[in-house]
């Protein structure tokens, strides 16, 4: 995508983000992580599942922050969906 698009905005749906992070004990924090708009919330997030599984924080940062989580989202795309990308918001009512 960024060979043929390099301006367009590419994020990451968080549905999807979770299925691969696998840690069905965790997932009510994941969601908290991604719909947080606040950097620093996000990091007391982060810090909250690394307190439960060090492991689980390292691995969700495999994925960057600034694709599935809000508080990281910049101001030029205004589609602040984090459960699928913007392609699949369009095609939602076709």
């Known amino acids: 995508m960024k060979d043929v698009f390099p301006e367009s905005h590419h994020r990451f749906c968080a549905k999807h983000v979770e299925a691969n992070w696998r840690l069905e004990e965790l997932q009510k924090v994941f969601w ?3 719909w947080t708009t606040y950097e620093e919330d996000f990091k007391d997030k982060l810090n909250m ?3 439960l599984d060090k492991t689980a924080a390292e691995d969700l940062l495999k994925y960057p922050p600034n694709v ?3 508080a990281y ?3 030029v795309c205004k589609n602040y969906e984090v459960v ?3 392609t ?3 095609n939602i009512g076709f």
């Open 32 to 34: 908290w992580c991604s």
């Open 49 to 51: 599942i690394g307190s």
């Open 68 to 70: 599935w989580c809000r």
């Open 73 to 75: 989202f910049d101001t």
């Open 84 to 86: 699928n990308n913007f």
């Open 88 to 90: 699949e918001s369009v």
